[in-house]
């Protein structure tokens, strides 16, 4: 089974400019996550998705920050304008919904805000 | 008060040591609690979990948790170099949403 897939690995970018991170979830997952993990700390939840809908975006900067997922499959993070506190790693995550099986991670995107 | 207070340590031990590492938590609510580990650069991976209270284990690791005093604890016998990674506890809240601790950071030395 193949895994959680993000790209990029890493991005640097100065302050007030835009990026982008993908994710595409382990096929027939239908919930998606996105998860922001600061230096020294746990990953911290931005957004949740079931299948196209948002089952919960309470944590995000939305001021800054947007997501979708499209069909229900990819998704997709934005940060504009990044502010130098963005910097950490996005990390993808999908699950089948059973709370046995947890979640399955992504490799995350390390986001460097200079 | 946080959800889940976890001591980042970091924690160092000589290969073949006994570690324990604790977390505890504040909703009465959870029911599963998952360990996961990270490996540096890496996202985290699912070690075990376990629901309400009890014990269980996987090889050389025990899972406990104590839900009367909010407690969450993992145990690794006959720790090894390989075992050296970030350990995060992350009880499952609604909506199948993880909430992590900080992460423990161990390093098993050789």
């Known amino acids: 089974e193949a895994g959680v897939a993000q790209s990029p690995r890493y991005k640097i970018i100065e302050k007030r400019q835009s990026v982008a991170f993908w994710c595409n979830p382990i096929?027939?997952?239908?919930?998606l996550y996105w998860y922001q993990q600061i230096l020294g700390q746990g990953p911290k939840l931005l957004i949740q998705f079931q299948n196209n809908g948002v089952v919960d975006d309470s944590q995000l900067p939305k001021d800054r920050f947007s997501a979708e997922r499209l069909k229900g499959v990819d998704s997709t993070l934005k940060i504009q304008p990044a502010k130098l506190e963005d910097s950490a790693v996005y990390l993808c995550a999908s699950s089948t919904g059973e709370e046995t099986y947890g979640y399955t991670f992504g490799s995350g995107t390390r986001l460097t805000v200079v | 008060q946080k959800e889940v207070e976890q001591d980042p340590g970091p924690l160092s031990v000589p290969e073949g040591a006994i570690v324990s590492l604790n977390c505890t938590y504040s909703?009465?609510?959870?029911?599963?609690f998952m360990w996961y580990r990270q490996y540096s650069r890496k996202g985290p991976e699912l070690l075990m979990y376990?629901?309400?209270?009890g014990n269980k284990e996987d090889g050389r690791f025990t899972a406990q948790v104590d839900k009367s005093s909010k407690y969450i604890s993992l145990f690794i016998r006959d720790s090894q170099p390989s075992d050296s990674a970030t350990y995060l506890c992350?009880?499952?809240?609604?909506?199948?949403?993880?909430?992590f601790g900080k992460g423990t950071k161990l390093t098993v030395n050789p």
């Open positions: 376990t629901y309400s209270s």
């Open positions: 909703n009465s609510a959870f029911q599963y």
């Open positions: 992350a009880p499952l809240g609604g909506s199948e949403k993880l909430v």
């Open positions: 096929s027939g997952h239908a919930t």
